[in-house]
């Protein structure tokens, strides 16, 4: 707003209407390519758009800014592939630090999901230049009126003020601003430095401030410290933005953003489908916020799924949850209730012509196949939603404080899946609030008092470690070289601490051959030996920290009497840092975590390969010495033939052999090579690559086979849903596999024996035959059961007795009967006997029985229920028939006259 005032204080109002007329009017597609063209043909390298998922940065949730890509080049411009470069960068702001998710459908161009186009320099050129190339990109290129422009720069910066001047722009187009508008930093500590900004004058009377800015060049020159000191960067560099949602709108003479093409298309889209279905459609110009919250969000929706993000409960998975159920409560409100919003993806790809995202045709079928799981599972509980909302907002008891009781709120949340901040924009749209304090603790209550309250001391304990990050213990990663699982290393670090009636040891040591990396591969266990002779077992390895790995240890074979305490009071001399310990790393653990590791990368390959599809993307894996667990998004179970011919594929493989390879690389170099990287994991400036030659190559952290030979043989054991278009396998391979296989045929032997059979096919024959042969003698039992429940008293008179005014018998049935018989012979009596209340025990069984016609006063589960209260047990059921399990057994007629007929006379 300080820029706004600034920049309307010195703005002459004129329309200067003539100039209008020669201003370029260009798509979207086609301003994507005349950017880039124009950065081309001034010496910068084309990059294509990264993923919304940030391989390299571990502190962002989603791409958020055109330099996220670039960011490690800006921090070691030496290490850059090119000198300048420029891009048009899909961005994501709907989660972390950076979030305009409540802003979508209420102002003029927050969005969730944009592009950003940029030009960027890692030493090559300064401020002249990039102040040249913007304003004549501006003026000569899309020959925008000079007069309806403004730039800012920031006070002190003379330099960037003069060589704005030089490009002919008077004093009152050039506003001087404060450090909080024109100074930018990459954070609290790094490059940072000068930026201008250039603003185009919309003449939009209605807006508070009619300046939108278009442009920012940022001048990364300076160097910030952690103790906020700043220096000059030997190597200046430039990193630049231009919103296209933004200039389109420019170029096209709109209001807002939702008026370009884009989400012209898709609102018109929107409208013709409401047409389609009888439903109320606006004419407007400008959408609806309604309007608006669905073309972004589903613009959102598709990209990120087809950068490979599912809807789940945690991390990026629950933003595009939110994403998607916030957009069909928005089409909730324009009146459809049904699944609707891939009818809209023909409409999305018209805004994309020019092939810029072109997973967003390969992966059409899963992105679509996601939305709809995702839409159909929401829909069935929104209305159940919604209608407890409206019972809330129609309570006389709230109508004083309009606040959502917080207990409402998280039952909305934990059993309907609404988000909160769905919840929260319906209240306001009531007039209602809610308390997101008691909101947020009643979540942590649940979450403490549920199934991840284990986690807490886990949570602490890492905390408590990562302590070690600051006396700088970074151990260094051995494990990979199988000669070096057996060698000395020493202590860097010890940890323990007193847990009740057991100690928890960690220790770090360097260098550590145990695999604990993660990257869904389970850590390594094994021994250490101390200098002392004394061996303990290593049985978990975790990373409190980057560059951190501590093994958790237990003493092993502890004498008779000896406790934990014991034994590290005699070790403590030797498990301290500085000493040496020699490490023996498990193996059999090892190598079947490897096989199996690797097995997942082939998996991989052949389901992409025998699918014939690149929908498939890895969304999480488990690799374990005897099994693999592989979770893929794909839209649609696979069928038994598929499975088959993926299993043949992956054997087929293994057979041929073929040695594994390992490479480190830059992360822009493995993937322009083609190696796969999944989108669930982040990943530094260097990667290493596991390739198989012509059959696989994938970026990872895990320890492999160096000869696929040792994955034969490979069986897939079954192939599931986890979620919304996500599937699972669970396979083995190698050793593990023959185990399976080994497993699965020791019971065949005796089951021939028993079948009297020759053979498994002989078997299946007499499995058949057996299993008819079972079924009529069910029939019969069935048959039996009904005549015998149907003849005269069975075994034993009824022992006759009264409940209030009501007329008993007790039958005691033979204990060789079971309860199926007592509920049929309790059926006959109530009919055959309907004045009498029929109680007929067995053991521990009860079953009570009386006709509803002739007796109205009691019900079968009310007098079973009033028994209950006097003889230990318990039970239920409905009017007529009522079921219960006795503490103590009812065999002779004597037990019915010393326990039930005493219960009966207190009722």
Not at 349 to 372: N, Q
Not at 469 to 484: A, C, E, M, V
Not at 794 to 802: C, L, N, R
Not at 836 to 856: D, R, S
Request: proline share 4%; glycine share 8%; net charge neutral.
């Amino acid at each position: 707003m300080y820029q706004a005032r600034l920049l309307t204080k010195k703005y002459v109002a004129s329309t200067h209407y003539s100039q209008l007329r020669f201003m370029q009017q260009l798509t979207s597609p086609q301003l994507r390519t005349k950017f880039i063209k124009y950065f081309e043909n001034k010496g910068h390298v084309p990059v294509k758009s990264a993923s919304l998922v940030p391989h390299n940065d571990k502190s962002l949730l989603f791409t958020n800014a055109g330099m996220v890509p670039f960011k490690e080049y800006f921090l070691k411009p030496s290490t850059a592939p090119f000198k300048s470069a420029t891009s048009v960068q899909k961005c994501m702001r709907a989660g972390g630090k950076h979030n305009d998710l409540d802003n979508v459908g209420f102002t003029p161009r927050h969005h969730t999901f944009f592009e950003m186009l940029g030009n960027f320099s890692f030493g090559k050129y300064s401020k002249a230049e990039a102040i040249e190339y913007a304003w004549s990109f501006l003026i000569n290129e899309l020959k925008l009126p000079i007069n309806r422009l403004r730039v800012t720069v920031l006070e002190g910066d003379e330099e960037g003020y003069n060589l704005w001047k030089k490009r002919g722009l008077p004093d009152e187009m050039i506003v001087k601003c404060g450090p909080e508008d024109n100074f930018w930093s990459m954070g609290d500590e790094g490059p940072c430095g000068p930026c201008t900004e250039i603003f185009w004058d919309t003449q939009d009377k209605t807006l508070d401030d009619p300046w939108l800015e278009i442009w920012n060049l940022v001048f990364m020159e300076k160097y910030r410290d952690a103790q906020g000191n700043i220096t000059d960067l030997p190597v200046p560099c430039i990193d630049t933005g231009m919103g296209l949602e933004r200039m389109i709108c420019v170029l096209q003479g709109k209001q807002n953003n939702f008026q370009i093409d884009q989400f012209e298309n898709l609102i018109n889209g929107l409208r013709t489908l409401l047409k389609d279905r009888g439903l109320e459609s606006s004419t407007d110009i400008d959408p609806s916020p309604h309007e608006k919250i669905v073309a972004d969000h589903f613009r959102s929706m598709c990209f990120l799924i087809g950068d490979g993000v599912v809807p789940s409960n945690v991390g990026r998975g629950y933003v595009l949850r939110r994403i998607i159920r916030r957009a069909l409560r928005s089409a909730k409100q324009l009146g459809i209730s049904q699944p609707f919003l891939t009818d809209l993806y023909p409409t999305l790809l018209e805004g994309f012509t020019d092939g810029s995202y072109p997973e967003l045709a390969s992966r059409a079928s899963s992105i679509r196949s996601i939305i709809t799981n995702e839409e159909t599972a929401f829909l069935a509980t929104l209305d159940r939603g919604m209608a407890l909302l409206e019972n809330v907002f129609n309570q006389p008891d709230l109508q004083q404080t309009k606040e959502i009781p917080p207990n409402v709120a998280f039952q909305l949340y934990d059993t309907y899946g609404f988000p909160f901040d769905l919840t929260l924009i319906i209240a306001q749209e009531k007039g209602w609030s809610v308390n997101i304090e008691a909101m947020e603790a009643l979540k942590q209550k649940q979450k403490l008092a549920g199934k991840e309250s284990w986690k807490t001391e886990s949570i602490a304990d890492k905390s408590r470690l990562s302590e070690w990050k600051n006396q700088s213990i970074r151990p260094q990663f051995t494990g990979y070289d199988h000669s070096l699982l057996h060698q000395e290393s020493e202590i860097l670090a010890v940890d323990t601490v007193k847990k009740g009636k057991t100690v928890e040891v960690n220790i770090a040591i360097d260098p550590c051959p145990f695999y604990g990396l993660g990257g869904g591969q389970v850590a390594d266990n094994g021994v250490i030996e101390l200098t002392n002779g004394s061996i303990w077992r290593v049985t978990d390895v975790t990373q409190p920290y980057e560059g951190g790995m501590a093994l958790r240890l237990v003493p092993d074979n502890l004498k008779q009497g000896e406790d934990i305490h014991q034994r590290l009071d005699t070790d403590r001399e030797y498990l301290q840092r500085g000493h040496l310990v020699r490490t023996q790393v498990d193996m059999d653990r090892r190598e079947g975590a490897e096989v199996h590791h690797t097995a997942t990368h082939l998996l991989n390959a052949g389901l992409r390969k025998i699918l014939n599809s690149n929908d498939i993307v890895q969304a999480g894996s488990t690799v374990e010495p005897k099994k693999l667990r592989f979770d893929f998004t794909y839209g649609k179970p696979l069928k038994q033939q598929d499975l088959n011919s993926i299993e043949d594929w992956v054997n087929q493989v293994a057979l041929t052999g073929g040695e594994t390879s390992v490479r480190h690389m830059k992360l822009t170099d493995a993937v322009s090579v083609g190696a796969i990287a999944a989108f669930s994991e982040k990943y530094g400036e260097t990667v290493r690559v596991i390739d198989v030659p012509g059959i696989s190559k994938e970026l990872c952290g895990g320890t492999h086979v160096d000869n696929i030979k040792k994955l034969y043989p490979f069986k897939i054991l079954a192939e599931t849903s986890v979620a919304a278009g996500t599937r699972r396998i669970e396979a083995v391979a190698g050793l593990a596999c023959i185990e399976w296989y080994r497993k699965s045929y020791e019971p065949i032997p005796e089951a021939l024996k028993l079948l009297r059979a020759n053979s498994t096919a002989d078997m299946i024959d007499k499995l058949e035959k057996t299993m008819q042969q079972t079924k009529e003698l069910q029939k019969r039992v069935e048959f039996m059961n009904e005549k015998l429940a149907s003849a005269g008293e069975v075994i034993i008179e009824p022992v006759s007795s009264k409940m209030k005014d009501l007329d008993v018998k007790i039958h005691l049935i033979d204990s060789d009967l079971d309860a199926t018989f007592m509920q049929k012979r309790a059926n006959v009596l109530k009919e055959s006997q309907s004045k009498y209340v029929h109680i007929l025990v067995n053991g521990k069984t009860v079953v009570v029985a009386l006709n509803g016609q002739e007796i109205k006063t009691e019900t079968a589960n009310s007098i079973l229920k009033q028994m209950l209260k006097h003889i230990k047990g318990g039970g239920g059921g409905q009017k007529e028939m009522a079921q219960g399990r006795l503490a103590e057994s009812i065999s002779t007629e004597q037990d019915i006259i010393s326990k039930v007929l005493p219960a009966l006379e207190k009722c």
